[in-house]
């Protein structure tokens, strides 16, 4: 063994000291580092013939990027729908690591059952019946890919076709229905080899809403004859966070074949609060529903789940038999139920943080961050600088700047903004309109930071 390595070995415990000084030095400065640093191109390292050993490797990294990092994980990084990290899910994540378990195969270790016991809480947060499985994947781009894997699957068995075995080409063109359907599930309609193309999208209500018309919906099905077909249903959208109605939708389900994938990517978490919990009704009769963790559970990246009414299916599209991974027997391996084959054991981090802080821990965080996003609306609906393009129904601000309003002008406030470094939005689009994004789903956020976030946005004007 090379000296480098022969010696971080036997100095486990003082470099480990290293990391938990960098990391608690790291944690006690979120509240103070910009939320979000410009992209720069530094000058490549070239790889070293020997090797600096981990001691030095440390000093070299945080000389190179350091201070650059930024607290994208702070109370005040509000771009996209980007979650934090509570204290018990960066536990579970470092010993994840630690242990650096395999996932894919229930027969030599433990790691199959903390994610099933974790899907098992999961399942309860979200009030979904026992009849869901749940698999843990690395985004909910993956668990949407994942859910229209099954979906297509599904389509096939309507045709008397088993996709996975005999491909695409053995059914005619599969249709998807959905009105403001995430980028990702148009992503992975590509990877799928449906194409993006053959997403129909289907009007939404008039007044202010991006939630599906389902007259029209019904209308579309109607066309199709009886054709199979695939309705991706949103529980939470992006700009505004508006539900679709997925009690009508599900309704539907009498009279016309369709599979139904919901995706809840964060919408999902409105389960977590009696005030907002009746948004998901009717998400129990979905076949397959993606929800994120590294969002509102508040995990690190990456991690999120697909659920499913219809593991058979899951099972069609990603078993992975090979005579040296042995037969599919129970309980199911997550080998032959995820994209992926070899993975860490993602659930750990849901685990520890689902146990240490519970539904009511939950909920805090959820209504707390729709509270504080009520608050910046209301700040924004009285001052003369900016408006409000939607009303602020659950974590999102959905605003602009008011008079003349142009892409180029948002985007000068947005750079300044970030550039300030007290807090971070970022741009969007609504109902044609150059729209700032406001995202609440940290465990941080607090009044404080309204405060700090509404005097920054004013100086940045
Ligand atoms: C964020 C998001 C996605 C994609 O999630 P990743 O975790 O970034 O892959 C899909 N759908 C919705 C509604 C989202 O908010």
Same mark, same amino acid.
């Given at each position: 063994m090379r000296q480098n390595l022969k010696q971080d070995g036997s100095n486990l415990e003082s470099l480990l000291e290293n990391a938990l000084h960098v990391s608690t030095e790291y944690l006690d400065s979120v509240d103070t580092r910009p939320p979000a640093t410009a992209f720069s191109q530094k000058e490549m390292l070239t790889l070293p013939e020997d090797g600096l050993a981990s001691a030095r490797t440390l000093g070299l990294f945080l000389e190179r990027y350091g201070r650059d990092i930024p607290s994208s994980n702070g109370?005040?990084?509000? &771009?996209?729908?980007?979650?934090?990290?509570?204290?018990?899910? =960066?536990?579970?994540?470092?010993?994840?690591?630690v242990y650096d378990l395999n996932l894919s195969h229930a027969a030599n270790s433990v790691a199959p059952n903390i994610e099933m016991e974790a899907i098992h809480m999961l399942r309860q947060l979200f009030g979904?019946?026992?009849?869901?499985? &749940?698999?843990?994947?690395?985004?909910?781009?993956?668990?949407?890919?994942?859910?229209?894997?099954?979906?297509r699957e599904w389509v096939g068995r309507q045709f008397g076709k088993n996709i996975s075995q005999e491909g695409l080409h053995v059914i005619p063109q599969i249709k998807v229905l959905s009105s403001e359907?995430?980028?990702?599930?148009?992503?992975?309609?590509?990877?799928?080899?449906?194409?993006?193309?053959?997403?129909?999208?289907?009007?939404?209500?008039?007044?202010?809403?991006?939630?599906?018309?389902?007259?029209?919906?019904?209308?579309?099905? =109607?066309?199709?004859?009886?054709?199979?077909?695939?309705v991706i249903a949103n529980a939470g959208t992006v700009n505004t966070v508006d539900f679709d109605?997925?009690?009508?939708?599900?309704?539907? #389900?009498? &009279?016309? #074949?369709?599979?139904?994938?919901?995706?809840?990517?964060?919408?999902?978490?409105?389960?977590?609060?009696?005030?907002?919990?009746?948004?998901?009704?009717?998400?129990?009769d979905a076949d397959s529903i993606t929800i994120d963790a590294h969002k509102w559970l508040n995990v690190p990246y990456d991690s999120a789940m697909i659920f499913t009414r219809h593991r058979d299916l899951q099972i069609s599209v990603f078993q992975n038999s090979g005579a040296y991974l042995g037969e599919i027997a129970e309980p199911v391996d997550f080998i032959h139920l995820s994209p992926e084959n070899s993975r860490r054991m993602r659930a750990l981090p849901a685990w520890f943080s689902l146990t240490a802080y519970g539904r009511a821990g939950y909920q805090d965080i959820m209504e707390r961050n729709c509270l504080m996003a009520q608050k910046l609306g209301e700040r924004i609906?009285?001052? &003369?600088?900016?408006? =409000? =393009?939607?009303?602020?129904?659950?974590?999102?601000v959905c605003f602009t700047l008011n008079g003349d309003i142009n892409a180029e002008r948002v985007k000068t406030f947005l750079m300044r903004l970030r550039d300030d470094g007290r807090v971070f939005m970022t741009p969007t689009t609504y109902n044609g309109v150059p729209a700032i994004r406001?995202?609440?789903?940290?465990?941080?956020?607090?009044? #404080?930071?309204?405060?700090i976030a509404w005097q920054a946005m004013a100086e940045c004007l």
């Amino acid at each position: 063994m090379r000296q480098n390595l022969k010696q971080d070995g036997s100095n486990l415990e003082s470099l480990l000291e290293n990391a938990l000084h960098v990391s608690t030095e790291y944690l006690d400065s979120v509240d103070t580092r910009p939320p979000a640093t410009a992209f720069s191109q530094k000058e490549m390292l070239t790889l070293p013939e020997d090797g600096l050993a981990s001691a030095r490797t440390l000093g070299l990294f945080l000389e190179r990027y350091g201070r650059d990092i930024p607290s994208s994980n702070g109370p005040r990084f509000w &771009g996209l729908v980007t979650g934090g990290t509570t204290p018990a899910a =960066l536990m579970g994540d470092w010993l994840t690591s630690v242990y650096d378990l395999n996932l894919s195969h229930a027969a030599n270790s433990v790691a199959p059952n903390i994610e099933m016991e974790a899907i098992h809480m999961l399942r309860q947060l979200f009030g979904l019946p026992e009849n869901f499985s &749940g698999t843990f994947v690395s985004g909910a781009t993956m668990s949407n890919f994942s859910g229209l894997a099954m979906a297509r699957e599904w389509v096939g068995r309507q045709f008397g076709k088993n996709i996975s075995q005999e491909g695409l080409h053995v059914i005619p063109q599969i249709k998807v229905l959905s009105s403001e359907a995430h980028s990702s599930s148009l992503k992975a309609l590509a990877m799928l080899g449906i194409g993006r193309e053959n997403m129909k999208i289907i009007p939404k209500l008039s007044g202010n809403r991006e939630a599906m018309d389902v007259s029209a919906l019904r209308t579309a099905l =109607l066309e199709l004859s009886g054709e199979p077909c695939i309705v991706i249903a949103n529980a939470g959208t992006v700009n505004t966070v508006d539900f679709d109605d997925l009690q009508s939708i599900s309704a539907l #389900k009498s &009279g016309f #074949k369709f599979w139904l994938h919901m995706d809840a990517a964060f919408g999902g978490f409105a389960s977590c609060s009696p005030k907002y919990r009746h948004l998901l009704n009717g998400m129990q009769d979905a076949d397959s529903i993606t929800i994120d963790a590294h969002k509102w559970l508040n995990v690190p990246y990456d991690s999120a789940m697909i659920f499913t009414r219809h593991r058979d299916l899951q099972i069609s599209v990603f078993q992975n038999s090979g005579a040296y991974l042995g037969e599919i027997a129970e309980p199911v391996d997550f080998i032959h139920l995820s994209p992926e084959n070899s993975r860490r054991m993602r659930a750990l981090p849901a685990w520890f943080s689902l146990t240490a802080y519970g539904r009511a821990g939950y909920q805090d965080i959820m209504e707390r961050n729709c509270l504080m996003a009520q608050k910046l609306g209301e700040r924004i609906n009285a001052s &003369g600088a900016f408006c =409000l =393009l939607a009303p602020v129904r659950m974590n999102v601000v959905c605003f602009t700047l008011n008079g003349d309003i142009n892409a180029e002008r948002v985007k000068t406030f947005l750079m300044r903004l970030r550039d300030d470094g007290r807090v971070f939005m970022t741009p969007t689009t609504y109902n044609g309109v150059p729209a700032i994004r406001a995202a609440f789903s940290n465990w941080r956020t607090e009044e #404080k930071d309204l405060e700090i976030a509404w005097q920054a946005m004013a100086e940045c004007l």
